[in-house]
């Protein structure tokens, strides 16, 4: 399934056209047009970023598969871009909109342009990224010259800024341009780049984890991952242990706190509260592929230095569990979100119409499953993973094949074709869900004692020789597991494969994407909470009532647990199995007394949600990254915050959001707001007409509340059918805060 996946990824890497990816780059340049770039998020501000992740994917996917048409696609990617490097004169490569007036004002420490844009740093670095693996992986020698110039560049922001100036350009989502830096400095030698990495590493995240103080709730996931895995990096050259305990820390609260059952984590791209996962349930932005992709790149680097096999451990359950699940076999297009809301579905995208960042990471994500399948130090071979391949260590001769259908059956076969001079350790990953005393081995034929404990490694030592057989027996079993939050709803896994069940695999309207801007949000119907199957069940564990099919490998029926009865037949199958359908991952466990009282409820609250989503024409959460960013959000002298786990905006100026409205339906919008507040007085506008004056003086105390407000009648919409609603503060007041603005039709 591993090979399926890569090759479906390889077809879509070849039916992306090169030259629309560079066409942000030669524009930006002042190059001729060659053609026009791709629409999406390519030519509404994030134009590029897909150009520098496809960088990486075929350098990766050259490495995988040795295709020379992939090889062929790089070098062309490269020498068009260092054109574009060269015209450009200092270094810089990039397809950020308006690029040559944004850098210099940013020299000078002028912000305002860099603030209004989308995520200049975040764009770049995935071409700076882009850059280092071409010549990692693929040994293109023009891309280093192309990655030292680029690095260059970014020094001089660090020097030409004071350091207040940098940790506020560094508040703007940047990516892992401290990962890069680093990296460079392990090209180069230079200093200057490890202590341009140190510049780029933003101490509001740093500093708290070096103190292990989780401070996490509610921030946007992927705005941090990457900076904690340049954290790492930094440490590794530099041997800094308070960058390396900063890293191991976050890890450690997002892995065992934040993380749920197919190691993904967050809901609309933010952290949940680590002790509050209920949106995991209601919302249908899920855990973000971009996310997982980021947690194994760091999960990597902090096993390189410190093989825990607690590291692989995770690093198999996200694999199987969530980057797998993110394409689909032999069709392609990757997934953005994957809901756990019961009942709900995942959209794939389509390589002419889909820019996401998560489908730049996707291709990336399948061009390198053998990256961690073995590992060695100098005198031992590491088996981590149970995935079937061929290795071949050159400095120790060795030429090992391994064998296995796992998880199809619970045992995998070593063989040595040339053992070299056979002078190695084995090392046998004995993993976390194989019970105490359950994983047994076998060489040729004979029984060998194992004294080690599951989360470790079992250690083979002997002289091997050609044609040695090594057989490893894991035995699985079945158990569930609930929401960190520790609330009433589970998986069920076997091993470390997370079961599922397809609940309707009628084809969904939007399955597929478009290329509009939230075309990655499978944005159909919700199925009823209250309709879906539930576990109904007196017992502390359930794992007795799931039981394996007879017939069937992976197939499992809970007959005596799933309510209602007309779900009673469902299948569990690994969830990688299941595409193109609704389905549950998370299943509700009730006591039999409280069942019957709470679906009444959940129907009263399932109906009012339905009603109000109905009603909906557009909606955003003020505060959170994403939904402004989706909705193109300017502002003056504003702020963000956290309020009982809900996010909100305000200023002392103003600040606005575009608002789409394509059939014109709109007739009232929706504020949230909280409490009273002294001194917040403002006005509210729709394009140049005022909705209203609002002083939350006049609010209702501890309690959130929402006020309808009427548009005016005959209201201008902009060519695309959008308005902008604005927030402007009275003089010596504030405007906010505000937690929802949501247009509705009636």
């Not at 069709?331 to 995942?346: E, I």
């Not at 004995?430 to 404990?453: C, E, F, R």
Request: glycine share 8%; net charge neutral.
């Amino acid at each position: 399934m591993f090979k399926t996946q890569e090759l479906t990824d390889l077809n879509y890497i070849l039916e992306l056209k090169p030259d629309r990816l560079l066409a942000p780059f030669r524009r930006e340049a002042g190059l001729p047009e060659k053609t026009k770039s791709y629409t999406n998020w390519e030519n509404t501000g994030l134009d590029g970023h897909i150009g520098g992740h496809y960088l990486s994917a075929l350098a990766m996917m050259y490495a995988s598969t040795g295709d020379q048409r992939i090889r062929d696609r790089l070098d062309y990617m490269i020498g068009e871009l260092k054109l574009c490097q060269d015209k450009n004169g200092n270094g810089y490569v990039g397809g950020v909109p308006g690029s040559q007036k944004l850098w210099p004002e940013v020299l000078k420490g002028n912000f305002t342009d860099f603030n209004r844009k989308w995520v200049p740093f975040y764009n770049i670095h995935k071409v700076f990224a882009g850059l280092r693996d071409a010549y990692l992986y693929e040994g293109n020698q023009t891309a280093k010259l192309m990655l030292i110039k680029f690095a260059d560049w970014f020094c001089e922001i660090t020097r030409a800024l004071n350091q207040k100036q940098m940790q506020q350009l560094l508040g703007n989502e940047h990516g892992g341009i401290n990962e890069v830096l680093a990296d460079v400095y392990g090209i180069s030698g230079d200093k200057k780049y490890l202590d341009a990495a140190k510049g780029f590493s933003h101490q509001a995240i740093l500093l708290p984890l070096e103190k292990n103080v989780d401070n996490l709730d509610n921030l946007h996931a992927n705005t941090q991952i990457p900076k904690v895995i340049g954290f790492k990096r930094i440490a590794d050259y530099s041997g800094d242990t308070s960058y390396s305990h900063a890293a191991e820390f976050f890890w450690e609260t997002v892995v065992n706190h934040r993380t749920i059952a197919t190691g993904g984590n967050s809901v609309r791209e933010h952290f949940n509260p680590s002790t509050d996962f209920s949106t995991m349930i209601s919302s249908v932005e899920g855990p973000e592929t971009c996310n997982t992709y980021n947690m194994l790149k760091l999960t990597e680097d902090l096993y390189f230095s410190d093989p825990k096999v607690s590291y692989i451990d995770y690093y198999e359950r996200a694999l199987y569990n969530h980057i797998l699940t993110t394409q689909r076999p032999g069709k392609g297009g990757f997934v953005y979100f994957t809901p756990m809301r019961p009942g709900h579905y995942r959209v794939y995208s389509q390589p002419q119409t889909s820019m996401w960042c998560c489908v730049g990471s996707g291709m990336e994500n399948h061009a390198k499953y053998g990256k961690m399948i073995y590992s060695h130090s100098a005198n031992a071979l590491f088996v981590n993973l149970f995935i079937p391949s061929k290795l071949s260590w050159k400095e120790k001769g060795l030429l090992l094949r391994q064998e296995t259908s796992f998880p199809e059956r619970d045992e995998t076969t070593l063989k040595i074709i040339n053992a070299g001079k056979g002078l190695f350790n084995l090392n046998i990953r004995y993993p976390s869900w194989v019970a105490k005393g359950g994983l047994k081995i076998t060489i040729n034929g004979k029984n060998v004692p194992v004294m080690a404990d599951p989360s470790s490694y079992v250690c083979l030592t002997q002289k091997w020789h050609k044609g040695d057989l090594i057989k490893i027996k894991l035995p699985m079993r079945i158990t569930t597991e609930k929401l960190p939050d520790g609330s009433n709803y589970e998986a069920v896994l076997h091993g470390p494969i997370v079961l599922a069940s397809a609940i309707d695999t009628l084809a969904e309207k939007g399955r597929d994407a478009d290329d509009s801007r939230m075309g990655h949000v499978a944005a159909g119907a919700l199925y009823k909470l209250t309709d879906m199957p539930v576990f109904v069940s007196d017992l502390e564990d359930d794992a007795a009532d799931i039981v394996q099919d007879k017939k069937t490998t992976m197939s499992f029926t809970a007959k005596n647990l799933i309510y209602p009865v007309k779900y009673r037949e469902l299948k569990l199958v690994p969830f990688y199995k299941i595409q193109d359908a609704r389905y549950v991952v998370y299943w509700r466990k009730e006591s039999r007394k409280d069942f019957t009282a709470l679906q009444q409820r959940l129907a009263e609250e399932d109906a009012q949600e339905a009603r109000l989503a109905e009603n909906t024409i557009d909606l955003v959460t003020a505060g959170e990254q994403q939904p402004e960013s989706d909705h193109f959000m300017e502002k003056e002298n504003s702020f963000e915050g956290v309020n009982f786990n809900r996010h909100w905006r305000a200023a002392k100026d103003w600040f606005n959001y575009k608002l789409i409205d394509k059939d014109k339906a709109g007739r009232k919008i929706r504020i949230t707001y909280f409490g009273t507040e002294w001194n917040h007085k403002f006005s509210i506008w729709v394009n140049d007409r005022k909705l209203g004056n609002v002083d939350l003086s006049e609010g209702k105390r501890d309690t959130f509340f929402s006020i309808d407000y009427a548009l005016p009648d005959n209201l201008a919409y902009a060519a695309d059918q959008s308005f902008r609603i604005k927030f402007i503060a009275e003089n010596g007041s504030t405007a906010g805060p505000v937690y929802e603005v949501r247009l509705l039709k009636n």
